[in-house]
């Protein structure tokens, strides 16, 4: 009897081959069906990834009996739309960040709604968040202290001018509204949140940013203040070296990531964002001093580990409404922190609810 989640593909974005690898490779999940708007396509990427089933719409496969759960990779502008179709037809939700609404957290609450009102899981795909080295640095956080400060980053240097001013998703805004703060900034945001529990902060403030010919947002430097005078600082963008980092300053030490998005350490190997790739095996630890230990932890594919989560909840026939609280949070910070564009270095407060 297979007892695997049956998941299907909604897209055949670039994002979708790690995820489908990474899909096959879970022993609890299997990648069952593929749909794209064109059938050929859709065909093509099949036999491409050893797929029997291919779909030449959307509504195919949500209408397919035989799927528990879909993978949302589609562009910004068409996940809501999707999401909530799919919740509707009672299949559990995975959707590729970043999520839709750029400038309010509404477009989440009512995909997030729509799940759980029709008792499926909604997840979002930040992968780093279920790595085996994600739980140690949990653990080691709680050792070392009330967190105090966090610094976090995710850059890299764009290749050429066309795909600096929109030739790419992420840096034209008709795709991906808030550019690179909703792209990369999910991250480093994401990491300051993880570090604060996922406390809603009180204020964010934009410090600077930069936008592209066509006016999108292709570098952004941000400050979030929490409760109790603890803050956070972060940058994002595709105008720098490439950075992947976070600095969680502790009471009584202080925990550093350098490789937090692809977890291949600092190799330059660029392929781990878009293959198999069993990595995170390390970070640093340092005391008041600042001696530095080097943690070493159990490697592991966090896109696997992703999947793995996914289909042991949808298996346990129980949704984790934990999981819905961190998107949303996340979301609502990203979206304060592109409305305060519009007033650098002022203060912008976090939309309750």
């Not at 009897?1 to 879970?26: D, F, L, P, W, Y």
Request: with cysteine; aromatic share 10%.
């Amino acid at each position: 009897m297979n007892t695997k989640v049956r998941i299907g593909i909604m897209s055949t974005a670039e994002i979708a081959h790690k995820v489908c690898q990474a899909i096959n490779s879970s022993e609890h999940a299997e990648v069952y069906c593929v749909a794209s708007r064109s059938l050929e396509k859709a065909r093509q990427w099949a036999d491409a990834h050893n797929i029997k089933t291919a779909y030449g719409s959307y509504d195919e496969l949500l209408d397919d009996p035989n799927v528990d759960g879909v993978y949302i990779p589609l562009p910004t502008s068409l996940k809501k739309e999707w999401a909530i179709k799919a919740a509707n037809k009672k299949k559990h939700v995975l959707v590729e960040k970043p999520l839709p609404g750029a400038d309010s957290s509404q477009c989440l609450e009512e995909i997030i709604k729509s799940c759980e009102d029709n008792g499926v899981q909604f997840l979002d795909g930040t992968m780093w968040l279920h790595s085996l080295r994600t739980q140690v640095v949990k653990q080691k956080k709680q050792e070392l202290g009330k967190v105090t400060k966090v610094t976090a980053a995710f850059t890299f240097k764009a290749p050429n001018e066309e795909w600096l001013h929109g030739g790419n998703g992420r840096t034209n805004k008709n795709q991906e509204p808030q550019g690179c703060l909703g792209d990369q900034g999910w991250y480093p945001v994401g990491a300051i949140l993880f570090a604060f529990d996922y406390e809603l902060p009180k204020f964010v403030q934009c410090l600077q940013y930069k936008l592209n010919k066509v006016d999108t947002i292709i570098e952004y430097s941000g400050f979030i203040e929490f409760s109790d005078e603890r803050y956070a600082y972060f940058d994002c963008g595709v105008t720098s070296p490439h950075r992947s980092s976070v600095d969680i300053i502790c009471e009584n030490g202080q925990l550093r990531i350098d490789d937090l998005v692809g977890g291949f350490g600092r190799t330059g190997n660029f392929n781990a964002y878009f293959e198999n790739f069993v990595g995170s095996e390390r970070f640093f630890v340092d005391d008041v001093q600042g001696k530095e230990e080097v943690v070493k932890v159990e490697a592991s594919n966090h896109t696997v580990k992703m999947i793995d989560t996914f289909a042991n909840i949808i298996q346990s026939k129980k949704t984790d409404h934990s999981w819905h609280h961190r998107s949303l949070t996340t979301h609502r910070v990203l979206a304060a922190l592109f409305r305060a564009t519009l007033k650098v270095g002022e203060k912008v407060q976090i939309l309750q609810g």
